[in-house]
């Protein structure tokens, strides 16, 4: 076995046994370093992801609109709404890739328990919406909306889902019915009885204080009119939005003639997500230069009391013809080591932390403007941890370079004897 090691390498290792204590004190804070960076980044990841599937199991990986929709208000509901959409879903139902076309009708109005209204802002989906929500919408009481197509839904009880906060100021539970009151796309005021199928919470105190879901053919049936605000596209593959954008735009075409159309990924209405991202990477490139210098200056200390107790040894390697070059490659390969010993342990860490985190449930509490906690996960990247290994070595060799050389151009004579 040891034939397979190097004899430079070993020599190396040996010198690193001379003081036991001063190596594992090195090895330990270049295994924190590594932890730190690899488990901070690994939570970065994972809140990315976290963040990015919400956003486009809400949205859409993609939305079909009017050119503008989402810039500019309408007169009157559904004014840029889109026409034959039924037609548009099935021209792209086709690829493989697209896992679902979800129709969606956008309004508001004021919602009544026959005592007390407040306004509502409401979306119209099919009972599929919520298939590809998947788990985040957090359903506290009932259960999502029924298919209007099965023999079990009574259409003389349709159904309406109410946020949380807005089913407290209604004061109304499961199986109780509400009036939603609004304007036509004609100008007239229509309303119709709900009965109260789910309470749910989206973890965005705004949101839950308004919002509702009601059957998109409800919906129709309130605003007298055909149309639909948006459709969503949901893709089985997240990386794959703009390549899927292309395609969408181009099947799209021949049916754009009638109206005009607009393809939006998920990346440009996600300004939350573009914040924290932002935010997160200002604050792992600090992190990481803090670890950064720790690292330095540890190492550099260490090298530097090694070198200065071994300056007679330096001197008669000198003495002896060894080129001053040989001399500093023996440090950094020390230093080398006690890089690549130190980051395999980080390492080793930071799978065994994401392992135990998957298995034990740790909730974070709520960020900024949410409501509901999340669960600690860290994600255990490999290119992350190679960029923290190449990078913790080359502070290290960066350490050793500079405290050998000062130690290999003492003058020989002043080196032997050195005490």
Not at 100 to 118: A, C
Not at 249 to 264: C, G, H, I, M
Not at 287 to 305: D, E, I, Q
Request: net charge neutral; glycine share 8%; charged share 20%.
């Amino acid at each position: 076995m040891s034939q397979l090691v190097p004899q430079s390498v070993r020599i190396a290792f040996f010198n690193l046994l001379r003081n036991r204590r001063r190596s594992l004190l090195s090895v330990l804070i270049i295994t924190i370093a590594v932890f730190a960076l690899t488990s901070a980044g690994g939570f970065g990841l994972y809140t990315y992801e976290s963040l990015k599937e919400s956003i486009a199991r809400d949205t859409g990986h993609l939305t079909i609109s009017m050119p503008g929709f989402f810039e500019r208000d309408e007169e009157m509901p559904l004014a840029n709404g889109l026409e034959d959409s039924q037609l548009m879903i099935q021209h792209l139902i086709s690829n493989p890739d697209i896992r679902g076309i979800q129709p969606r009708i956008e309004f508001t109005g004021l919602v009544s328990n026959g005592n007390k209204s407040t306004i509502f802002v409401g979306t119209g989906v099919n009972e599929r919406e919520f298939d590809m929500k998947g788990p985040f919408l957090n359903v506290r009481k009932g259960k999502t909306l029924s298919n209007v197509r099965s023999s079990r839904y009574d259409p003389a009880e349709p159904e309406v889902m109410l946020a949380v906060d807005l089913a407290r100021n209604l004061n109304v539970s499961v199986d109780d019915w509400v009036t939603v009151l609004v304007t036509t796309s004609h100008g007239a005021l229509n309303a119709l009885d709900f009965k109260v199928q789910a309470i749910y919470s989206t973890g965005i105190p705004e949101w839950d204080k308004r919002q509702m879901y009601l059957h998109i053919s409800s919906v129709k049936e309130l605003l007298v009119n055909e149309k639909v605000s948006i459709l969503s596209v949901f893709l089985y593959e997240t990386q794959k939005t703009m390549e899927l954008k292309a395609w969408v735009e181009d099947a799209l075409t021949p049916l754009s003639r009638n109206q005009a159309l607009e393809v939006t990924p998920w990346q440009e209405r996600a300004f939350f997500y573009s914040k924290v991202k932002g935010l997160y990477d200002r604050i792992f490139g600090i992190m990481g230069g803090v670890m950064a210098l720790v690292v330095f200056v540890a190492l550099f200390n260490t090298m530097t009391m090694s070198v200065t107790e071994r300056t007679r040894e330096i001197g008669t390697l000198s003495a002896l013809g060894t080129y001053p070059a040989e001399i500093v490659a023996g440090f950094i390969r020390e230093a080398a080591l006690l890089a690549g010993i130190g980051a395999l342990l980080g390492g080793v860490l930071t799978i065994v932390t994401s392992g135990v985190l998957i298995l034990v449930d740790v909730q974070m509490p709520p960020p900024p403007g949410r409501t509901e906690s999340y669960p600690l996960n860290i994600y255990f990247s490999t290119t992350l941890f190679m960029y923290s290994i190449a990078g913790v070595m080359a502070i290290c060799v960066l350490a050793a370079w500079l405290s050998a050389r000062k130690g290999v151009n003492k003058p020989i004579t002043e080196a032997l004897i050195y005490a």
